[in-house]
T-cell receptor
Framework: DSGVTQTPKHLITATGQRVTLRCSPRSGDLSVYWYQQSLDQGLQFLIQ???????AKGNILERFSAQQFPDLHSELNLSSLELGDSALYFC????????????FGPGTRLTVT | TQLLEQSPQFLSIQEGENLTVYCNSSSVFSSLQWYRQEPGEGPVLLVT?????EVKKLKRLTFQFGDARKDSSLHITAAQPGDTGLYLCAGHKLGVTGTYKYIFGTGTRLKVLA
């Protein structure tokens, strides 16, 4: 158990809909990272938040957005969903803004039908 | 552009065999991590290497960071079925904008047959 929690574990929704994925980092960690992993694909970095502020941005679509709240939990919002958005979405946390050791949550499996 | 290439992409071996997985880049990294991921689960951190030439051992796993900090290898001795999984390297480097970038490799899918 990494100490990172993600909800929900599974999510099935239709194209065009909007969903919110939630992540709680390990106790004491200030950074949260979001990744997308499609079938047989590697991990694609989406975005990082550090202590409530956006720190780094990767290949995140404009239809996707994220935020980190004062209690350090984070939410990833995916809108106007397309079939190609079906994937595993992982959240990871680390202690600092440039910390290189990340601890991953169990992931949310999103299926868009 | 994928900055971290792993090879081989797939590997299927018999229990008891040895294997080496490579992680290569043309970029210099401040540090490099290796993770193992099992189906449907998040990656689990195995090791961090920081110094060029550094070698770390974790039971039957030996990790090495290249002298120039551009590449790394993972060697498994006497592989066991429990070693089956997706092995990912990840590099950490300071970008030109002054923020850190964290890049995952393409992954090596290992299957160890009993």
């Amino acid at each position: 158990d990494s100490g990172v929690t993600q909800t929900p574990k599974h999510l099935i929704t239709a194209t065009g809909q909007r969903v919110t994925l939630r992540c709680s980092p390990r106790s004491g960690d200030l950074s949260v990272y979001w990744y997308q992993q499609s079938l047989d694909q590697g991990l694609q970095f989406l975005i990082q938040y550090y202590n409530g502020e956006e720190r780094a941005k990767g290949n995140i679509l404009e239809r996707f957005s994220a935020q980190q709240f004062p209690d350090l939990h984070s939410e990833l919002n995916l809108s106007s969903l397309e079939l190609g958005d079906s994937a595993l979405y992982f959240c990871a946390s680390s202690a600092g803004s440039g910390s290189y050791e990340q601890y991953f949550g169990p992931g949310t499996r999103l299926t868009v039908t | 552009t994928q900055l971290l290439e792993q090879s081989p992409q797939f590997l299927s071996i018999q229990e008891g065999e040895n294997l080496t997985v490579y992680c290569n880049s043309s970029s210099v990294f401040s540090s490099l991590q290796w993770y193992r991921q099992e189906p449907g689960e998040g990656p689990v951190l195995l090791v961090t290497v920081v110094t060029g030439g550094e070698v770390k051992k974790l039971k039957r796993l030996t990790f090495q960071f290249g002298d120039a900090r551009k590449d790394s290898s993972l060697h498994i001795t006497a592989a066991q079925p429990g070693d089956t999984g997706l092995y990912l390297c990840a590099g950490h480097k300071l970008g030109v904008t002054g923020t850190y970038k964290y890049i995952f490799g393409t992954g090596t899918r290992l299957k160890v047959l009993a």
